[in-house]
Every structure is written in structure tokens, then in C-alpha cells.
């Protein structure tokens, strides 16, 4: 095997814990030697020991009696550069440093630590081998590059570009398929958002379903928020019937002060825009409550106001064959430019089928970290 398939053994380790991590970040980590496997392992639930010292241990286990021998000039590959600071665990560096390996591997680098540069400095070899088809951890890595969170928007429209409804009693446009696929993205999210229009009209609950997710030790239900100014009622909404951390965002004064008494439910005031919340400020916000990963799902106004601030670096979309007509209303109400089907601004990444509807991924041009 090749440096490249090992480093990509190391991203799919990864991703066994993208579930559980949260709020911290997946890593994944393969020890080789000549050509080899003797050991994976990844990071399984935040707080828990590093994905490299748990590969380190599970060779131990493997082989009690020769693991000295075992390690000695093999190969480790880190898809993310080790730790050199102390966190909930102590620096993973230390660790490393007890063994005499061959060469370090990292995939990405960590600009919040020093790993890579304290190893070299300790006389490993050290190389990077950076992957993008594997780039998972996108939450993380826009907070320390870019000083905010990551946000993708998931979107469920027609053929036509239609997204919303105007006759209440209607409500799905996708397939069942569909809706599975999206609990993967509410999964690895830190919180979920929506709008007041949409809590009122489709009373969603904006939690995760799929039962396997459910059952990973480790996982929680993502934080879920609602960006509202008006004074509709909203204790009987689905929203806020479970434990979840609930967040109301809102601009207006103490209106919404009585449903501090909802489970787990706190009110957070936001600067004002034009008569409307500043969607900037909440970006601000979200950052210094160290959320990662935002998704984003709303109706033709939030979301048109999300895409006009140019806050959205990732569509999910869903594409039913159904041609809807006047009787809903097209996903975004802004120029033409802007529109992200249109925009030069975002690249496809993805074009897949689920089931009868079409998955597009469209995420923002940018250098990819």
C-alpha cells in the first residue's frame, strides 16, 4: 500500500467518530509497518483519549508481550496534526515521543497547536499529507482559520426551484429517502437553526431521528435555535417539547421572557438590522459560544437573508422530480448572482441520486484549509 491509501485509512478511522466528537473535532490515525497494518484508531467521543494514543493502545492490546518491538520504526499516520497543549487530555505529543517511529504522517495541520513543530524539534522525521476528497471537520477548521462557524444550508425543493408551500396542509416535497439522508447533516451538527415562519407552519422538532445515530455512545441531540421578533405563542410548539438546549434569538426586548420556564430554553438578544436581526452579529455570536457546525434550515426568507449576508458556505440540496407551480414558493427571493444555483461564488461537489429526488452539494470557493 501506498503512503496515500494508509492516510486515507487514517481519514475513514476519522470518521467513525463524527457523530460523538462534538464540540471538538474527528480524528482517525493508522500505524504501519513494513507495509503493514498494526494498528487504527480514531477519536471516539469528545473528552475521551486522542485517536493516535488510542491506536497506541490498541497495539498494546494486540500484542502484550511484543508491542515494544511492534512499534519500534513503524510508521504513524495522524490525519490531524497532534496536540501539544493540555486539553481535557494531556498533550499527545508526549506520548509520541516515548517510541521510536520511522516517520509521522499528519494529514491536516492544527494552526491552534504546535505538535508538528515540537516533534520535528524532538528529532522525528515529520511530512504532511493533506487529502482533500476526505475533508471532514469543516466546522473546525473555519473557527480557527476564520473566526466563525461553518454553515451549511439544507434545502428540500421541486424541480422548479420551489420550497415552501402556501397551503399549510400540504408539507413533504421530497422523498422519505431524502429526509433519512438529511439526519446525517443534523447529526454532525452543534446546532440546528430556523425561523419563526417555519416553526409556525411546518411545527418541525429539528432533532435527530435515525435511530442508529441515536444509539452511538457518545452522541448527543444538537443545540437547536429559532431566529424570531414576533409575538406568536410557542409553548405548544414541537420545538420545544424535549431537553434539548433551545435558543431564542430575537431583538425584541423581554417579549419572550415567559418561555425561560421551557425546558432547557434561553433567550438571547442580537443587534437589529433594517427591522430584522442582525444575521452578522448572530455569526459573531455563534463563534464565541464555540458552535462549529451550523445547519440552517428555513424558509425562502431566512435563508434568502443568510445567502444576501453571504454567511452560507455549504448547500445541501434535495431535488424532488415534482413541478410544484404557484402553489409554493421559489427558495430564494434575491438577484440572480446571488442565487447559489446561479453564482460563480459556490462549486458543485456532489450530484448523486437518493432515491427518486437528485442530492446537489454546493459549497463556497474558497483555499481549502
Known amino acids: ?186 447529526a454532525i451538527s452543534d446546532l440546528i437553526i430556523t425561523g419563526s415562519g417555519t416553526l409556525m407552519h411546518d411545527n418541525p422538532s429539528l432533532n435527530v431521528r435515525n435511530n442508529k445515530i441515536i444509539k452511538i455512545k457518545g452522541f448527543n441531540q444538537p443545540h437547536k435555535a429559532v431566529l424570531i421578533n414576533s409575538s406568536n405563542d410557542l409553548t405548544r410548539m414541537k420545538f420545544f417539547q424535549d431537553k434539548t438546549k433551545k435558543i431564542i434569538f430575537t431583538t425584541q426586548g423581554k417579549k419572550f421572557d415567559g418561555l425561560k420556564k421551557m425546558s432547557n430554553t434561553e433567550i438571547s438578544f442580537l443587534k437589529e438590522k433594517g427591522s430584522k436581526i442582525d444575521l452578522k452579529d448572530l455569526a459573531s455570536h455563534l463563534n464565541k459560544s464555540n458552535y462549529q457546525d451550523i445547519l440552517i434550515e428555513a424558509g425562502p426568507n431566512l435563508l434568502s437573508s443568510f445567502i444576501k449576508a453571504n454567511l452560507i458556505d455549504e448547500f445541501i440540496i434535495y431535488i424532488s422530480p415534482k413541478m410544484l407551480s404557484n402553489t409554493a414558493d421559489y427558495f430564494f427571493n434575491g438577484i440572480n448572482s446571488m442565487n447559489p444555483l446561479l453564482s460563480n461564488k459556490y462549486e458543485k461537489i456532489e450530484s448523486t441520486k437518493i432515491g427518486v429526488d437528485k442530492k446537489i452539494i454546493l459549497r463556497k470557493r474558497q483555499k481549502w484549509d
Not at 522525521?125 to 487529502?131: F, G, M, P
Open 1 to 186: 500500500m501506498t503512503k496515500k491509501k494508509f492516510m486515507t485509512l487514517a481519514y475513514e478511522s476519522a470518521k467513525l467518530g463524527q457523530y460523538s466528537t462534538s464540540p471538538g473535532v474527528s480524528v482517525g490515525c493508522v500505524i504501519e509497518k513494513e507495509n503493514k497494518i498494526l494498528s487504527k484508531g480514531w477519536y471516539e467521543k469528545y473528552g475521551a483519549s486522542h485517536a493516535e494514543i488510542n491506536a497506541i493502545n490498541n497495539l498494546k492490546r494486540k500484542y502484550p508481550k511484543s508491542y515494544e518491538e511492534k512499534i519500534n520504526q513503524s510508521s504513524i499516520y495522524i490525519s490531524l496534526e497532534p496536540c501539544n497543549t493540555t486539553g481535557k487530555t494531556p498533550p499527545c505529543v508526549d506520548e509520541l515521543k516515548k517510541y521510536n517511529f520511522k516517520e509521522i504522517i499528519i494529514g491536516h495541520e492544527d494552526r491552534s497547536q504546535q505538535g508538528a513543530k515540537e516533534l520535528k524539534k524532538f528529532g522525528f522525521k515529520v511530512s504532511h499529507l493533506k487529502q482533500r476528497a476526505f475533508d471532514i471537520n469543516q466546522g473546525f477548521f473555519k473557527r480557527i482559520n476564520s473566526n466563525r462557524p461553518y454553515i451549511r444550508a439544507k434545502i428540500a425543493m421541486s424541480k422548479d426551484g420551489k420550497t415552501s408551500f402556501k397551503n399549510k396542509r400540504n408539507k413533504w416535497i421530497t422523498s422519505t429517502a431524502s429526509r433519512n439522508d438529511a439526519q446525517h447533516y443534523r
